[in-house]
Antibody
Framework: QITLKESGPTLVKPTQTLTLTCSFS??????????VGWIRQPPGEALEWLTL???????RYSPSLKSRLTITKDTSKNQVVLTMTNMDPVDTATYFC??????????????WGQGTLVSVSS | DIQMTQSPSSLSASVGDRVTITCRAS??????LAWFQHEPGKAPKSLIY???TLQTGVPSRFRGSGSGTDFTLTISSLQPEDFATYYC?????????FGGGTKVEI
């Protein structure tokens, strides 16, 4: 059974750095053809893809946020960590992590965590 | 960026109804289109990938179709557990992008 769970602070202050951890089970990021990524959804708004790391350690970032994002993996702990610098109230959102599986020629998100709400306020 | 436009943004339906949701991409996405279902407070659930391939365990009442830039999710006979918000997503080109969602209400 594949599960993912996001953890981290529920409240951060403007200009602070957010660190979120995605802990997963049922698969390994040292196995081929798998990735883990982050998506967020501000209240009442659309989903926004942020970043993705593959089993090869290849990484992809949203161009609009690339300068603020870092994604890393710890295969021994089955964890992926997202850091986002210089947080602003507009970054208030539910942050989801998801596994990217491979099917029919490309990677797509096949399992998701339930998300964690992060508020940015002084 | 590839824009994904979903319609309608919401719909009301009854158990047993046939429901159709459309998703249009601003450019050809080579059929790298996924659908997923989301209920508030729960993990989103993958339904379909590559336009029409059902994720393991997804009931056959869900069907995906389309090609190029126009895609459809059809629920043939709506069940009580299907009342949720549905999203399409393209994974052909970075940045990966999502449709705005369709809320299916009773």
């Amino acid at each position: 059974q594949i599960t993912l769970k996001e953890s981290g602070p529920t409240l951060v202050k403007p200009t602070q750095t957010l660190t979120l951890t995605c802990s997963f089970s049922g698969f390994s990021l040292s196995s081929s053809s798998v990735g883990v990524g982050w998506i967020r959804q501000p209240p009442g708004e659309a989903l926004e893809w942020l970043t993705l790391i593959f089993w090869t350690d290849d990484k992809r970032y949203s161009p609009s946020l690339k300068s603020r994002l870092t994604i890393t993996k710890d295969t021994s702990k089955n964890q992926v960590v997202l850091t986002m610098t210089n947080m602003d109230p507009v970054d208030t959102a539910t942050y989801f992590c998801a596994r990217w599986g491979y099917g029919s020629g490309a990677y797509y998100p096949d399992y998701w965590g339930q998300g964690t709400l992060v508020s940015v306020s002084s | 960026d590839i824009q994904m436009t979903q319609s309608p943004s919401s719909l009301s339906a009854s158990v047993g109804d046939r429901v159709t949701i459309t998703c249009r991409a601003s450019h050809d996405i080579n059929n790298y289109l996924a659908w997923f279902q989301h209920e508030p407070g729960k993990a989103p659930k993958s339904l379909i990938y590559a336009v029409s391939t059902l994720q393991t365990g997804v009931p056959s009442r869900f069907r995906g179709s389309g090609s190029g830039t126009d895609f459809t999710l059809t629920i043939s006979s709506l069940q009580p557990e299907d009342f949720a918000t549905y999203y399409c997503q393209q994974y052909n080109t970075y940045p990966l992008t999502f449709g705005g969602g369709t809320k299916v209400e009773i």
